[in-house]
């Protein structure tokens, strides 16, 4: 085992009140079997896709996002007017692009699949074009070289130049609720407010369907590989960005009409040097509960799963912090700001130590 494995696994229970946050192809909250019984799912993902905006919103600044779009010919097109370049911006952004080895239909339609390029990586193309270079190995160089945060997090794929992929350093897997549960439909009407007074029937029926659950949530983050695309100084506060999106975003499906935004009910972060460990299994015997709810059992669950994982498998975390009453038995518990410190500090640490 090599001693520079460094992993950051996060661990979520959080309850969420009648919802649709994430819709299957019917219209339906999504879910799966685990244990035998039905649960709540969404997927990975979803949950990602909400983490990205809150990276854009809130997190990091704009150069340190990237965009994942078809468009990426208007991307180095702003760029190069940036530069002060203003003729035939069109067709020199087409064919910077190009000499990077990505296939372009036109400024509009843009490459043939979604492509992820951050905003210093469309600016070093611009550069180029700038400087009247046409060494192709340039511009695909420009196009590896520096990457976003999020390009580093959840990887880049290019089925047309594998030389274009970037390895995920960051792993979300589905949440999943912790007990059995069973879809409810809502049944609704819309009022015609323009309506003759002597109508007495409705504009519009209709149906939606929900759940509600305590969701176990889970994701890490190989700070190694991390630190290998971004550098130790930036992962650091990258691994902190990351934790502080996963626990706190929450999928926009169906919020206007459940304002169903909550925080989490409990949170266990461990720093791991020997491989990620997810506690799923915690909920493998779905939790039953009588008229108590479900997040207390849930967090007792998990804090058991723990221990008998550490005990018989693998060894405790090097080190672990934990928000929420009922963690205390596997971390120190303190509050959530608190928490994104000290795993900013953990990995500071690690790193200086490693590399």
């Not at 990975?44 to 905006?53: C, G, L, P, V």
């Not at 967090?299 to 994982?309: F, G, I, P, R, S």
Request: glycine share 6%.
């Amino acid at each position: 085992m090599s001693k520079k494995n460094i992993y950051v696994d996060f661990h979520v229970l959080q309850t969420v009140p009648p919802s649709c946050v994430n819709r299957d192809d019917t219209g339906s909250p999504k879910t799966a079997v685990y244990g035998g019984t039905v649960r709540a799912r969404v997927s990975s993902q979803s949950w990602k896709h909400a983490m990205r905006e809150m990276f854009r919103d809130e997190i990091f600044a704009e150069y340190l996002i990237g965009n994942r779009t078809k468009r990426i010919v208007g991307m180095v097109m702003d760029e190069l007017k940036d530069l002060g370049c203003v003729t035939d911006t069109e067709k020199k952004a087409t064919k910077a692009l190009e000499n990077a080895g990505l296939k372009i239909k036109d400024a509009e339609k843009g490459s043939d699949a979604l492509f992820f390029m951050s905003k210093a990586q469309a600016k070093a193309l611009a550069q180029l074009v700038i400087d009247g270079s046409d060494d192709k190995k340039e511009y695909k160089n420009a196009l590896n070289n520096a990457p976003s945060v999020d390009m580093a997090l959840f990887g880049r794929m290019v089925a047309s130049d594998p030389s274009l992929n970037y390895d995920a350093a960051a792993q979300v897997a589905h949440s999943i609720s912790t007990h059995t549960v069973h879809n409810e439909y809502d049944y609704f009407t819309a009022v015609d407010d323009c309506a003759p007074e002597d109508n007495a029937g409705a504009g519009h029926l209709g149906t939606v369907e929900y759940n509600s659950a305590t969701l176990y949530r889970y994701a890490t983050v190989n700070v190694t590989e991390l630190a290998g695309s971004l550098g130790k100084n930036v992962t650091p506060n990258a691994v902190r960005g990351f934790a502080e999106a996963f626990i706190r975003s929450m999928p926009t499906g169906k919020q206007n009409t459940f304002a169903n935004r909550t925080l989490p009910d409990a949170i266990y972060v461990t720093l791991r040097r020997d491989q990620p460990v997810n506690l799923c299994g915690a909920f493998e015997k779905p939790v039953y509960t009588g008229a108590g709810g479900y997040a207390e059992p849930s967090e007792k669950a998990l804090v058991d799963y723990a221990e008998k994982v550490y005990k018989d498998y693998v060894n405790e975390p090097k080190a672990a912090v934990a928000v929420g009453e009922g963690m205390e038995k596997l971390a120190e518990t303190m509050s959530l700001k608190e928490l994104l410190d000290r795993v900013k500090d953990e990995v500071s640490e690690c790193l200086e130590g490693e590399m």
